[in-house]
C-alpha cells in the first residue's frame, strides 16, 4: 500500500515538475514570440498605415483639384451680408491640408479618441470648476459683449457685437452651453489675428499656412450644394439647439444670434470662457467632395498640446468632442472615420472651457429642418453625457 502511495506520490511529482517544466518553457517562448510579434507588427504596421494615409490622400487631391471655390457663383444668397462670396473658410482649408499632409493622422486620430476617452473622467472636475465662473449675473435676453479685461480679450479685433443669454426655465441644470453658430461676421476676411495667443505659428496648414503667426479673424464659410450659405444653416441649426438645450433645462449663450455678429473668432472664444461651461462652434466642412462625409470634431493636434491654454483643457475638449459624435451617432448621424480630425484652430488654440469646433457634414449634407433636428438631438444626447 505505501508503495503504491510513494510510486502515485512521486508520479505527481514528476508530472508537476514536467508540467512546470513545460509551462516555463511555454511562457518563455510566448515571451519571445510576443516581442518579435510586437516589432513585426510595429514594421508592418508603418506601411499600413501609410496605405490608408495615401488612399486618403488621393482622395481628398482629387477633391481639391476639382474642389469649387467655396461661395463663389452662388446666385443664393440668403443673408443680407455677402462677405463670404467666394472665400474658403480657413477650418476647411485646414482639413483638407491635414489629411494631405499629415501622413500620420490615423495614428494621431486614434491616440487622441483614446487619450480623450482617459480624459473624459477626469474632466468633471475640469468642468465643475468651469460652472465656478460667475455667468449667473446675466438676465434671460441679456446681451453680453467681451470685456477688455478678461484673459486674451486683447487679441481679439473684432469685439463690437454681442452674444446673448438665454436661461432655461424649467429643469434648471444650472449650465450655460455656450453656441457659436459658424462664420457670420461681415468683413471678417480682411482682418487678421494671432493664431495662438503665445505668438507662436500655427502647426498644420491651412489658407494662411502653417508656420503662420496670424489667421483671418472670421471667414466666410462654404456654400452647400443648393446654394445655400454655411453661415445660414449653421445659424438655423444653433436656433434648434438652442431651443432643444432650454427644453433639456441647459442655459444657451447665443454667440451668433442673427445673420452677423460682430465679434471674431478670439473674441467669440474669449466671451465663451467667461459667461459658458462649455463652446460649441458648429460648422459643416468645405471639402469640395461629391457626397456626405458624416460628422467629426476637430481635435487637438500634438504640436500645441505644450502650449498654454492648450495644455490645461485638450482632454476636455477632446472629450467633449468625443461625446457630441457619440450622441450624433446614436441618433443614427453619419460619423466620418474615427469621428475626428486634428487641426490647429483659433477656437481651441484660446479656450479655457470645454471647447469643441464640430463638423456636422460637408455641402452635400441633407440640412433640411428635419435633418437638423436629429443633429440638435444627437448634440443634446452628447452635452448630457459630457456634464
Ligand atoms: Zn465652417
Sequence with gaps: MKRITASIIT???????????????EKDSSIVSESRDTQTS??????E?????????????QADESRPEDGEGSQTVEESQKSGDGQDEEENQDTDENQNTDENQDTDENQNADEGQGAG???????????????DSYGDGQQIGLDPSWEYAEYAKITSGEAVMYRASSNRKGIVVGVNAGHGTSGGESVKTLCHPDGSPKTTGGTTGAGAVKAIAVSGGMTFDDGTPESTVTL???????????AAG?????????SDVQLDNVARTVICNNVADCHIALHWDGDGLSYDKGCFYISVPDGIKDMEPVASHWREDDALGQCLIDGLSACGAKINGGGSMSIDLTQTSYSTVPSVDIELGNACSDHSESALENLADGLVMGVESFF
Excluded: H, W
Design 11 to 25: 508520479g505527481i511529482m514528476i508530472f508537476c515538475l514536467s508540467a512546470c517544466g513545460s509551462s516555463n518553457t
Design 42 to 47: 510595429e514594421k508592418t504596421k508603418e506601411p
Design 49 to 61: 498605415t501609410q496605405t490608408v494615409s495615401e488612399s486618403s490622400q488621393t482622395e481628398e487631391t
Design 121 to 135: 473622467e477626469s474632466q468633471d472636475a475640469g468642468s465643475s470648476s468651469a460652472g465656478e465662473t460667475d455667468n
Design 236 to 246: 438655423k441649426m444653433a436656433k434648434i439647439l438652442k431651443s432643444r438645450l432650454l
Design 250 to 258: 441647459y442655459d444657451v449663450l447665443m454667440i451668433r444670434d442673427d
